[in-house]
T-cell receptor, first 113, second 115 residues
Framework: AQSVSQHNHHVILSEAASLELGCNYS??????LFWYVQYPGQHLQLLLK??????LVKGIKGFEAEFIKSKFSFNLRKPSVQWSDTAEYFC???????????FGGGTRLMVKP | DSGVTQTPKHLITATGQRVTLRCSPR?????VYWYQQSLDQGLQFLIQ???????AKGNILERFSAQQFPDLHSELNLSSLELGDSALYFC??????????????FGPGTRLTVL
């Protein structure tokens, strides 16, 4: 069965620290990968997505993610976090047969000022 | 603002009751997706409609049903409600039916509490 897993459920960082959130997927065939963010009280927003090509994908707000096929991973990174990055982050995947997203369990990030 | 609207924002009801959640997609989007976010199950895909027709089904209970109307808004009907149905229900929309690469734009959600 298709699945997405996120290793860290809660992460606490100080401002200016570097961030890396893990995401692994289990999919047969071609996979498309996404990172969504949910700020407190707001709707899910797309940070970045990967379909093909350059495995290093840059998104909004200074985030990037690297697709490593051999490790079935799509980790999210940011060199220096800000207090405003406090949110819940979701890794998700689709396959080319359809748009329905399979989500990981989410990672709650708290950035201390 | 994603352009996807959902009503109501909050809904409190009792076990055994039936409720209807409403979603209006972004202008021009033909596909609507429903997701449930709960503490124990996380974010799960329920069902997709494209241009009025059911397109894909996920972990949707038989007590739940959905439809998409000619003006493309969608309704999710939840009946014989149980305590475990308490969750945040999101809808999302995309221009096309599939392909896997569309960005889904999410609405603000409806928080359902079953007492």
């Amino acid at each position: 069965a298709q699945s997405v897993s996120q290793h860290n459920h809660h992460v606490i960082l100080s401002e200016a620290a570097s961030l890396e959130l893990g995401c692994n997927y289990s999919y047969g065939g071609t996979v498309n990968l996404f990172w969504y963010v949910q700020y407190p009280g707001q709707h899910l927003q797309l940070l970045l997505k990967y379909f093909s090509g350059d495995p290093l994908v840059k998104g909004i707000k200074g985030f990037e993610a690297e697709f490593i096929k051999s490790k079935f991973s799509f980790n999210l990174r940011k060199p220096s976090v800000q207090w405003s990055d406090t949110a819940e982050y979701f890794c998700a995947a689709t396959h080319n047969a359809g748009n329905m997203l399979t989500f990981g369990g989410g990672t709650r990030l708290m950035v201390k000022p | 603002d994603s352009g996807v609207t959902q009503t109501p924002k909050h809904l409190i009801t009792a076990t055994g009751q039936r409720v209807t959640l409403r979603c209006s997609p972004r202008s021009g989007d033909l596909s609507v997706y429903w997701y449930q976010q709960s503490l124990d199950q996380g974010l799960q895909f329920l069902i997709q409609y494209y241009n009025g027709e059911e397109r894909a089904k996920g972990n949707i209970l038989e007590r739940f049903s959905a439809q998409q109307f000619p003006d493309l808004h969608s309704e999710l009907n939840l009946s014989s409600l149980e305590l475990g149905d308490s969750a945040l229900y999101f809808c999302a929309s995309t221009p096309s039916a599939g392909g896997g690469t569309d960005t889904q734009y999410f609405g603000p959600g409806t928080r359902l509490t079953v007492l």
